[in-house]
């Protein structure tokens, strides 16, 4: 976190963060849900946390949310599911970046995402700590992930124990761009409409 500009998302609780970097939460086997729109450094934080963990030699297993459901559907074709099913499961940290992002791929009659998601999360509930991002508004999860009582229930699961960062802030990716472009001298492209610096 020591590159991380504070400055520029104001609304971000500092003190909440490090705690989290404290990894109290992983001792305790609690969750931690982040949330806010694309660029604003939610996968930065739990980059971070991952690091963390891994320097005290804590488990820790990272994925992107449509890789590990993409894994899990590929045990359904093999019959490695609950091999893979159990592997996700045991970590001491598992951390699932950018729930919302990436299409999931689901076969005819195989279970919804929010079916393997809702298992995988029952599995680690209160015995390990799982981390979750999204850009996604949590009323969204359930149109996401193909179930809306699933994804309410992978939810609820979350909601008992976790720490809950919402970023409201702007994306700091368009930032550098924005500031890349003023530098150079050439227009932008904002939501779509290009800008002249």
């Known amino acids: 976190m020591a590159a991380f500009d504070w400055n520029f998302q104001p609304k971000l609780d500092r003190r909440t963060v490090e705690e989290l970097l404290s990894l109290a939460f992983v001792e305790r086997a609690e969750d931690l849900l982040i949330t806010g729109k694309t660029g604003t450094g939610k996968s930065h934080i739990l980059q971070a946390i991952a690091l963390k963990a891994c320097e005290q030699e804590w488990a820790v297993r990272y994925s992107r949310c449509v ?25 001491a940290l598992l951390l699932i970046d950018d729930v919302g992002l990436g299409q999931l791929k689901r076969q005819g009659d195989e279970p919804t995402a929010a079916h393997i998601l809702y298992t995988l999360l029952d599995k680690r509930h209160g015995k390990v700590a799982t981390a979750l991002t999204s850009n996604l508004k949590l009323s969204a999860w359930g149109k996401y992930l193909g179930d809306a009582s699933l994804a309410a229930a992978a939810l609820d699961r979350l909601a008992a124990t976790a720490t809950r960062i919402d970023i409201d802030g702007p994306s700091y990716r368009q930032h550098l761009a924005r500031k890349r472009a003023e530098e150079s001298g050439r227009a932008i492209v904002q939501d779509g409409e290009a800008e002249e610096p």
């Open 67 to 91: 890789d590990l459901v993409d894994d899990l559907y590929a045990g359904l074709a093999d019959g490695s599911y609950n091999r893979r099913m159990q592997r996700w499961a045991r970590p």
